[in-house]
Antibody, heavy 117, light 107 residues
């Protein structure tokens, strides 16, 4: 069964950092482009960024609100995707989802990140 | 950035109704348009990719059409489990963007 499981969410103060993980199973992770999306409480979906495969140079793209603060990486040996979030702001409060591919063929269950003092 | 505009933002419909949701892109996205369904407190579920291709396991009552700037999602006969919020997303050019959502409620 194809599955994505996020972890690492929690409460963090403004200016702090957090790293989210997304464990993948049921497919060849190293061949997959992977994405992150977030959803603020009561709001719609917002694309965060995407990472290509190592064979495509592992290139990343980011949405403007997170560029320079967030970093997407991957460890193909562990079938795991990461989202390193630095300089967090209150407006980063959201449920963060990882997804398979640019079109989000498969979604994880999400992990909540709360940025508050 | 490409803006995705969904209409209506909400609708009320009865079981058995045919429902159509529209998604318009501010510039052409070719066929690179996906549709998702989200129920309260749950992760979104993928319904359609490449504008009209149904994901495996998605009932055939869902269908998508369009290309370029205008797209539609149609539910042929609304069932109780279909009451949810639906989102479109373009993945033609970065940054990828979502529509604001269409909430389908019970009349």
């Amino acid at each position: 069964e194809v599955q994505l499981v996020e972890s690492g969410g929690g409460l963090v103060k403004p200016g702090g950092s957090l790293r989210l993980s997304c464990a993948a199973s049921g497919f060849t992770f190293s061949n997959a482009w992977m994405s992150w999306v977030r959803q603020a409480p009561g709001k719609g979906l917002e694309w965060v960024g995407r990472i290509k495969t190592k064979t495509n140079g592992g290139a990343t793209d980011y949405a403007a609100p997170v560029k320079g603060r967030f970093t997407i990486s991957r460890d193909d040996s562990k079938n795991t995707l990461y989202l390193q979030m630095n300089s967090l702001k209150t407006e980063d409060t959201a449920v963060y989802y990882c997804g398979l591919g640019d079109a989000f063929d498969i979604w994880g269950q999400g992990t909540m990140v709360t940025v508050s003092s | 950035d490409i803006q995705m505009t969904q209409s209506p933002s909400s609708l009320s419909a009865s079981v058995g109704d045919r429902v159509t949701i529209t998604c318009r892109a501010s510039q052409g996205v070719r066929k690179y348009l996906a549709w998702f369904q989200q129920k309260p407190g749950k992760a979104p579920k993928s319904l359609i990719y490449d504008a009209s291709s149904l994901h495996s396991g998605v009932p055939s009552k869902f269908s998508g059409s369009g290309s370029g700037t205008d797209f539609t999602l149609t539910i042929s006969s609304l069932q109780p489990e279909d009451f949810a919020t639906y989102y479109c997303q373009q993945y033609s050019s970065y940054p990828f963007t979502f529509g604001g959502g269409t909430k389908v409620e019970i009349k």
